[in-house]
Protein backbone atom coordinates (compact mmCIF):
# COMPACT_ATOMS: atom_id res chain seq x y z
CA UNK A 1 0.00 0.00 0.00
CA UNK A 2 1.40 3.61 -0.78
CA UNK A 3 1.54 6.65 1.14
CA UNK A 4 -0.85 9.41 0.64
CA UNK A 5 -1.75 12.81 2.38
CA UNK A 6 -5.02 13.63 3.83
CA UNK A 7 -7.39 16.31 3.89
CA UNK A 8 -10.20 16.56 6.79
CA UNK A 9 -13.58 18.21 6.70
CA UNK A 10 -16.43 18.06 8.49
CA UNK A 11 -19.47 16.37 6.47
CA UNK A 12 -21.91 19.39 5.48
CA UNK A 13 -25.49 16.98 6.78
CA UNK A 14 -24.37 15.43 10.08
CA UNK A 15 -20.48 17.31 10.83
CA UNK A 16 -18.84 13.72 10.83
CA UNK A 17 -15.40 14.09 9.61
CA UNK A 18 -15.27 13.23 5.36
CA UNK A 19 -11.18 12.31 3.96
CA UNK A 20 -9.88 12.77 0.72
CA UNK A 21 -6.99 11.59 0.03
CA UNK A 22 -4.18 13.12 -2.49
CA UNK A 23 -0.92 11.59 -3.63
CA UNK A 24 0.39 14.53 -5.59
CA UNK A 25 2.03 15.94 -2.86
CA UNK A 26 5.15 14.77 -0.95
CA UNK A 27 2.93 11.62 0.16
CA UNK A 28 4.28 11.34 4.01
CA UNK A 29 0.97 10.78 5.61
CA UNK A 30 0.68 14.99 6.30
CA UNK A 31 -3.13 16.11 6.96
CA UNK A 32 -4.54 18.81 6.08
CA UNK A 33 -7.54 20.84 6.89
CA UNK A 34 -9.29 23.68 4.73
CA UNK A 35 -6.98 26.20 6.44
CA UNK A 36 -3.55 24.35 5.74
CA UNK A 37 -4.47 22.68 2.19
CA UNK A 38 -1.74 23.57 -0.35
CA UNK A 39 -2.38 23.73 -4.23
CA UNK A 40 0.35 20.84 -4.60
CA UNK A 41 -1.81 18.51 -2.96
CA UNK A 42 -4.96 19.98 -3.55
CA UNK A 43 -4.49 19.25 -6.84
CA UNK A 44 -4.54 15.37 -6.85
CA UNK A 45 -8.25 15.13 -4.60
CA UNK A 46 -10.06 18.10 -7.12
CA UNK A 47 -13.22 16.42 -8.34
CA UNK A 48 -12.81 13.39 -5.86
CA UNK A 49 -15.97 11.77 -4.36
CA UNK A 50 -16.15 10.54 -0.95
CA UNK A 51 -19.19 9.21 0.68
CA UNK A 52 -20.13 10.00 4.85
CA UNK A 53 -19.79 6.96 6.18
CA UNK A 54 -22.31 8.11 9.53
CA UNK A 55 -25.04 9.23 7.19
CA UNK A 56 -24.33 8.09 3.63
CA UNK A 57 -24.63 11.37 2.00
CA UNK A 58 -21.85 11.82 -1.05
CA UNK A 59 -19.93 14.77 -1.46
CA UNK A 60 -17.60 16.08 -4.54
CA UNK A 61 -14.43 18.34 -3.66
CA UNK A 62 -13.96 21.15 -5.62
CA UNK A 63 -10.77 23.09 -4.98
CA UNK A 64 -10.31 26.80 -6.66
CA UNK A 65 -6.60 26.42 -7.07
CA UNK A 66 -4.66 29.48 -7.60
CA UNK A 67 -2.89 29.67 -10.56
CA UNK A 68 -0.24 32.40 -12.35
CA UNK A 69 -1.31 32.99 -15.64
CA UNK A 70 2.46 33.32 -17.74
CA UNK A 71 3.47 34.52 -21.49
CA UNK A 72 6.02 32.78 -23.32
CA UNK A 73 8.64 35.89 -24.43
CA UNK A 74 9.29 33.60 -27.49
CA UNK A 75 6.34 32.59 -28.93
CA UNK A 76 3.36 34.69 -27.42
CA UNK A 77 1.79 31.79 -25.98
CA UNK A 78 -0.01 31.70 -22.33
CA UNK A 79 0.24 29.42 -19.87
CA UNK A 80 -1.27 28.78 -16.05
CA UNK A 81 1.00 28.01 -13.41
CA UNK A 82 0.20 26.12 -9.79
CA UNK A 83 1.18 28.66 -7.64
CA UNK A 84 3.49 27.42 -4.80
CA UNK A 85 2.88 27.45 -1.00
CA UNK A 86 1.65 29.94 0.82
CA UNK A 87 -1.29 30.36 -2.21
CA UNK A 88 -4.36 29.55 0.01
CA UNK A 89 -7.18 26.92 -1.64
CA UNK A 90 -10.53 27.64 -1.43
CA UNK A 91 -12.47 24.52 -0.91
CA UNK A 92 -16.19 23.23 -1.81
CA UNK A 93 -18.13 20.22 -0.94
CA UNK A 94 -21.01 19.92 -3.46
CA UNK A 95 -23.52 17.33 -2.29
CA UNK A 96 -23.98 14.49 -5.30
CA UNK A 97 -25.64 11.74 -3.27
CA UNK A 98 -28.75 11.92 -6.06
CA UNK A 99 -26.67 12.49 -8.92
CA UNK A 100 -25.01 9.72 -11.25
CA UNK A 101 -22.03 9.55 -11.49
CA UNK A 102 -19.47 8.90 -14.66
Do not use: H, W
Not at 20 to 45: D, H, N, R, W
Not at 50 to 55: A, L, R, T
Amino acid sequence: MGMFDSLYVNCPKCKKQLEFQSKSGECLLSVYTKESLTPQVAIGMNGDIVKCKSCGNSFKLECEIPQKVVKCKSCGNSFKLECEIPQKVKIKLVDVTNRRVK
